[in-house]
């Protein structure tokens, strides 16, 4: 039996799905209506082998990951969104936490001597946390590591910091660029439909202002990430509209690193009834995203919020990275019912995950310049070296 990728086009009996195949191995753009009809016709194995093909025609095996660690400010928050397990409201702010300025260097100070490559600052939106008590600490950072590469603060906690200092979003962006700051992640982009963002997360910046802020960030010369929260009250249409919005950005700027899907996890928020989606919708989504974002070079699984071998089975849905090793505990995803309760792997850990499932791992930075390919590399003598736990 000839299971060769053309084996698999030439052989689905659906003509629609059939041509989207061949469009796909044409290197050639789908449609809004194609993005759909994947989502609502296609079998995972159909979709799977196809977002497989491109992935290993943009990347062969190798699967990227970073030596990273987390600071999250605070999980006091102004917003109030539906989804959120994770922050406290500030009229409830003696139930939260709070981080000052020294207790975030000293975390800063813990990872001296570590060669870790980045540092990933992003949490809930203070009214005390403005924009120039950030632009103080990412010059602190700076100044005591200044090859640390710092990616912070999503959309909407740079929203609410640049409107409450009364800068505009390029005043605001260039400000903190200065200061320190070399890239954005993805967060807050959830589903940009205004149809599903008033249910969900009304209060906070809408979709033409978190995309705003991104183009703004990429014409400065950053790079920044993106995310779509899927697999609750929205549907297919709403997720293809939301990466449809994405991939104009990039047509633009070119500034999108990775994509970055993140399953809808329903545990202590105030969407508990809504059930969460099932492994099969999952591995789709990630599927459907590598077609139709043909202009993204990346596609990440965040591993804590899937668990450990679900990340593994993305890898052969078109996830291509597998972010890092989240050297110091999130909270934000944990709180809200992740597969991984403690989500922290050394670099042999990753690497051995990575290798079980026959792809490549290779370290990176945050901007994808290749650090070291493990591929050749004895897990059993990472596991004993301690510059790789």
């Known amino acids: 039996m000839n299971n060769s990728i053309e084996a698999i086009v030439d052989n689905e009996k659906d003509a629609e799905l059939k041509y989207i195949g061949e469009k796909v191995l044409n290197a050639q753009r789908l449609n809004f209506d194609e993005g759909v009809l994947l989502f609502e016709k296609a079998s995972l194995p159909y979709v799977g082998a196809l977002a497989n093909h491109v992935r290993e025609k943009m990347h062969g095996d190798k699967t990227y990951f970073n030596r990273n660690f987390h600071i999250e400010p ?9 989804f959120c397990s994770y922050s406290r409201v500030y009229a409830h702010r003696d139930e939260g936490w709070e981080l000052s300025k020294d207790q975030m260097m000293h975390i800063i ?17 203070h009214p005390k946390m403005n924009l120039y008590f950030f632009e103080d600490l990412l010059k602190s950072i700076k100044a005591h590591r200044p090859g640390l590469h710092i990616k912070g603060f999503t959309a909407v906690e740079l929203d609410y910091m640049f409107r409450k200092a009364k800068l505009s979003v390029e005043d605001g ?104 989606s099932s492994l099969i919708e ?42 890092g090793t989240i050297d110091d505990t999130t909270k934000i995803y944990s709180m809200a019912g992740s597969e991984e309760q403690t989500p922290a792997l050394s670099t042999a850990q990753l690497v051995a995950l990575i290798k079980q ?20 590399d004895d897990v059993h003598e990472l596991e004993v070296n301690p510059y790789y736990n």
């Open 109 to 125: 100070h813990k990872y001296d001597g570590k060669p870790v490559t980045e540092v990933h600052i992003v949490g809930g939106v």
């Open 357 to 376: 499932v026959k792809r490549e791992p290779v370290e990176r930075d945050t901007l994808y310049h290749e650090i070291k390919n493990y591929a050749n």
């Open 173 to 276: 962006m260039k400000l903190l660029h200065e200061a320190g700051l070399d890239s954005l992640p993805g967060g807050g982009a959830e589903i940009f439909h205004p149809e599903i963002r008033e249910q969900i997360c009304a209060d906070k910046v809408d979709a033409d202002g978190w995309l705003n802020i991104h183009k703004t960030a990429h014409l400065s010369g950053m790079h920044t990430n993106a995310t779509m929260l899927f697999g609750h009250i929205e549907k297919y249409w709403h997720r293809v509209d939301h990466m449809e919005r994405l991939r104009q950005l990039q047509d633009e700027t070119h500034g999108f690193n990775t994509f970055i899907p993140l399953k809808f996890r329903n545990r202590d928020n105030d969407m508990s009834n809504v059930p969460e």
């Open 74 to 82: 605070t999980n006091v928050c102004v917003f109030s969104c539906n």
């Open 282 to 323: 999952d591995m789709k989504t990630y599927a459907v995203a590598r077609l139709y974002l043909d202009n993204f070079p990346h596609l990440k699984a965040y591993w804590p919020m899937l668990g450990r071998q679900n990340a593994q089975l993305s890898l052969s849905f078109g996830v291509n990275d597998l972010d």
